[in-house]
């Protein structure tokens, strides 16, 4: 298994930017796929990015051209960094990790952006 922790959120303006980072409690070379996701009260919990192991990336439509997924096996880390924002981007964003079919997921890190 594996333990996520996430941090880099905060209040920011529109156009700012912000970096998250997640650590894990392991190594993360045989995790393929590591992503971020956000949710806002009374919806469900989107996906925002992904990358594999090989480095291979998807992003949602609406962050596109402003987000930028990354990962550091070496230091377990993986990277939101987020530019541009908006603030249809204000949730909490939550790091996820898929290993052995199994998901697992941070605390959260909360994110607004102020119009």
């Known amino acids: 298994q594996v333990q996520l922790v996430e941090s880099g959120g905060g209040l920011v303006q529109t156009g700012g930017s912000l970096r998250l980072s997640c650590a894990a409690s392991?190594?993360?070379?045989?995790?393929?796929?590591m992503g971020w996701y956000r949710q806002v009260p009374g919806k469900q919990r989107e996906l925002v990015a992904t990358?594999?192991?090989?480095?291979?990336?998807n992003y949602v439509d609406s962050v596109k051209g402003r987000f930028t997924i990354s990962r550091d096996n070496a230091k377990k880390m993986v990277y939101l960094q987020m530019n541009s924002l908006k603030p249809e981007d204000t949730a909490v964003y939550y790091c996820?990790?898929?290993?052995?079919?199994?998901?697992?997921w941070g605390q959260g890190t909360q994110v607004t952006v102020s119009s």
């Open positions: 996820n990790a898929q290993l052995f079919a199994i998901s697992y």
């Open positions: 392991r190594s993360i070379f045989g995790i393929d796929t």
């Open positions: 990358i594999t192991s090989g480095g291979s990336t």
